[in-house]
């Protein structure tokens, strides 16, 4: 399961140089080479969709939330979304084709802290891992943040970079949950198996 965020990370990272409030695809999905950054985000994107099949028949037994499987799934989707709709360059009228890509960046954003938060709100609950619930909880603040600041203040820094940093601590975060979610399975396998001959 974690291989299925391990592309969506190497996507964000491969981008560089873009200083317009956008998505990070930006000057590499429209250089000569600019096939690699569509096609990575469009496999991350089926991967994660992936990943959300196989939390739908977790969350069928109980071995994952709920509102795994539906987040995840529309995480996906925003990837897809980004490489199928590429941005526009710095210097050209805003096409439909670019907005799209905005709002791409919106739903990949916003999917990936709402998860952190769930997550941290699941394990408050249980009141199991607090080191766990914190990161969850501090991930779903630096991405919201990250993010918001680099739409409202683009004057502060670089909003390209501030962007970059709320996806990669967004998507090392996808890390750890897939990495738990898969420990969890292995420790409790038997009444995993149970649980889904009994579904």
């Known amino acids: 399961m974690p291989a299925s965020s391990r592309p969506f990370r190497s996507a964000l990272i491969r981008d560089e140089g873009s200083t317009r409030s956008a998505p990070p695809s930006t000057p590499m999905s429209l250089s000569a080479d600019g096939w690699m950054q569509v096609a990575s985000f469009i496999i991350c994107g089926w991967l994660l969709l992936g990943f959300s099949a196989a939390l739908c028949q977790l969350a069928e037994t109980r071995a994952a939330p709920a509102w795994a499987p539906v987040v995840f799934g529309v995480m996906g989707f925003g990837l897809i979304a980004a490489g199928a709709f590429q941005i526009d360059p710095t210097t050209a009228r805003l096409t439909l084709h670019g907005e799209l890509h905005y709002v791409a960046s919106f739903v990949i ?81 038997h009444e995993f198996e149970r649980n889904l001959v009994a579904a």
């Open 109 to 189: 954003a916003g999917s990936l802290g709402l998860a952190a938060l769930l997550a941290w709100r699941d394990l408050r609950h249980l009141g199991r891992n607090p080191a766990l619930a914190s990161y969850c909880l501090a991930t779903g603040f630096v991405v919201v943040t990250l993010f918001t600041a680099s739409l409202l203040a683009p004057s502060v820094a670089s909003p390209g970079l501030l962007e970059r940093l709320a996806l990669l601590a967004g998507s090392a975060w996808v890390v750890v949950y897939a990495q738990r979610l898969r420990r969890t399975l292995s420790v409790n396998r």
